[in-house]
């Protein structure tokens, strides 16, 4: 990987770089889009293109990070230490998921792409490892202000809410329809919450 | 569609044209393999190639029913109609997900691939919407002889199982680990099961 741009132009122009391969990647696969569609599609040029990436697989690395980034971001929750609110979480995945029109994750999409290439497999293991462990905080969390269950793992049940929400995300775009994602947080939800009076 | 081959000989090429045709698009997309490329790993001849699909689109719903089969071949407990056993159906998921070296799954890594396509759109998700149903009668079987909660609509469950099944299969392709899928059909499959003594 080459360093980032140090200038705040550098780092706009590298961001509209990114921003148009991932994208590209998104719609057509992570392995489609050649250096020459990036090229038409960001309207950058050819060097500037070549002074940020040093080439396909550095972009791509690249395009992993920039959807991680979106993804945690539409998940305050996961980053915000005082929330122990694992319904808030649930609610901010449904929003982002229908402001996508129903779309498919912007990482999840890639699982399976990376196969044979060993630092795209493991940057993109990497990210769903920080992403589980940002759903375990929050468990941890709502355990400590008795809000779930604290005989549960964090970890394990980090795990089978971020598997529900792929295998929802995946059902429910196929389907044209919210409720697959919905019913499969919820049912993962459900042994790990503690009923209150509210 | 071209109507199916009626001699055995015909049905062997056409099925070793949709073979390769599906191991293409399962490592590289739906959208990838040019009809070069199959024609290159199939070792069909143009013509041959030609009489059995009418062009790209033909092949690709091809490949997706051909994918399926597998899938449910894969899957005895969803055929035969004198099982009630929910958990032969996990254990069955679990060991073709095994023996397919923890790869994606061979119909869901297309969810995503299809979209602007409606002739792929509507194969991809009647293909689910009857693996669905398949699910959805073990679980009625399951119910009918006491070994499933009476109270759970079949549809619903199949649905949410399907959904583990899924989201379990992603993430344990990317760990390399099992152990993702198993929890997620555990948990998904725990709130049906009726427990019994033995």
């Known amino acids: 990987m080459k360093p980032l741009p140090t200038t705040e132009r550098g780092r706009r ?9 991932a994208k590209l990647m998104h719609e057509r696969g992570l392995a489609a889009p050649s250096m020459d569609d990036v090229l038409a599609a960001s309207g950058a040029g050819k060097s500037q293109l070549y002074h ?5 697989q550095d972009l791509r690395v690249a395009v992993l990070h920039h959807q991680f980034d979106l993804v945690i971001a539409a998940q305050p929750a996961l980053r915000d230490q005082t929330c122990d609110d694992i319904r808030r979480w649930r609610d901010e995945v449904l929003a982002a998921h229908r402001s996508s029109g129903l779309g498919t994750c912007p990482l999840g999409t890639f699982v399976g792409q990376t196969d044979g290439d060993q630092v795209l ?4 293991a990497g990210l769903f490892a920080r992403w589980q462990d940002a759903i375990a905080g929050l468990v941890a969390r709502a355990q400590r202000t008795g809000r779930a269950d604290p005989e549960t793992d964090p970890a394990a049940a980090a795990l089978s809410l971020l598997t529900a929400l792929q295998g929802g995300i995946m059902l429910a775009h196929l389907r044209r329809d919210p409720a697959p994602l919905q019913d499969s947080l919820d049912t993962a939800m459900s042994p790990l919450l503690i009923r209150t009076s509210q």
Do not use: E, K
């Open 13 to 21: 122009s590298r961001m509209a770089i990114v921003s148009a391969a």
């Open 52 to 56: 940020y990436f040093g080439g396909r």
């Open 121 to 124: 497999q493991d940057t993109l």
